[in-house]
């Protein structure tokens, strides 16, 4: 086999949202020939609460290499576990790419300073590197184009150092295409001298199956008679709220005493673990919705739980944001959930056509900023069609052959197929 080694700093039981991406790799690329090392830090340095029931979907004979970090101060000036880590991370890489063979180092993004990494460990050892962007780094987000504040700085250091960490990779990948679509045209010397591919998210069946034997409840909220719930689970990007506001004002019209539909926001919150960090709260009381029809949970909770609200929920919500590239994750665990789905995406994003294939889903779909009007006038006869469409609903309609491609497996696969075509490529 050949080897690689995967260096991101969290791992579970960090309960990030982007550790499933090298987990699942790691999980399925033995399958196509290469032997998986996991570097990372070890959780003592972690900032988020551990979810210890993640790491039981771990491949039990998965070697995970974990370095120390330089501890959080007060008050906190760096809290990045990449940044905090670097010098051990780099350390580590160094010895076991120097004393044991390996191919190919890979990255996986944010932390984004991790990816300087790769450069440096390229010039000391020879190993070829590749970056994964799971977000992009030189963007525009809200507040980087305010001069001199803390998100312009960002954006200009981004700048300053994507550059620097890329420029000799010989891969780089990303969830979807127009995550590293702009590096290529900021960074042209990469169309020749490397690979690139994307591989969004993969769905991964057997995480759902762990669930019958751990007996987790749900805890958040339970079914109620004459009520459908829907959930929405995970983070709110920047440029979502903007979709969210249309939905709300499409929804400030409908009779409280009336209606039988909530909308539940499952760790939405702005940091993982603050109980009220409410980022939902007050848009949808400006809207009369605040625990009618709208609830937010901030904090962040565990993987599986997540999964255990999914399974509870009559309906799953999946909106995306303004941004096209964008392609939520939660779209894979949604059709595995074998709920009906209630998704607003962008007409861009790659999930739209993922989604519709499946027979899982209900998609509004719409075309950036200047549709929000086009979303509040029509949200709501989508919302409608939608209930009629999921009163009929039955699990064994998803066309789960259409989703194939999107498992867990199936996008590993196309990861090693770059892997392969870069280390058989002539230096």
Known sequence: MKKILILYPHFPPSNLAGVHRPRLFAQHLPAFGWEPVILTVHENYYEEAPDWNLVKLLPPNLRIEKVNAFAITKPRLIGDIGLRALWQLYKRAKQLIKTEGFDFLYIPIPSFYCALLGRMLHRKTGIKYGIDYIDPWVHDFPGSNKLFSRHWWSKKLAGLLEPIAIKEASLITGVAEGYYTAVLERNPHLKQQAVFGAMPYGGEEADHLVLKTLQLKPYLFTKESGVFKLVYAGAMLPKAYTVLEAVFRSLAGIEIDKSKIQFHFIGTGKTPDDPEGYNIKALAGRYGLWQTIVYEY???????????????????????????????????????????????????????????????????????????????????????????????????????????????????GKLAALLDAVVDKET
Not at 313 to 332: L, Q, R, V
């Open 298 to 412: 901030p904090r962040r909770i565990p993987y599986l739980d997540v999964l255990v609200h999914l399974q509870e929920a009559d309906g799953i919500f999946i909106m995306g944001s303004t941004e096209p590239h964008y392609t939520p994750s939660k779209s894979y665990q949604g059709i595995l959930s074998g709920k009906p789905i209630l998704a607003l995406l962008h007409a861009q994003s790659t999930a739209v056509e993922v989604l519709k294939n499946s027979n899982a889903a209900h998609v509004l779909h719409f075309n950036g900023e200047a549709d929000l009007k086009y979303i509040e006038n029509n949200f709501r006869a989508a919302l409608n069609a939608y209930l009629n469409w999921s009163a009929n609903f039955n699990s064994s309609q998803v066309n789960k052959e259409a989703f194939h491609p999107y498992s867990a497996k199936a996008v590993t």
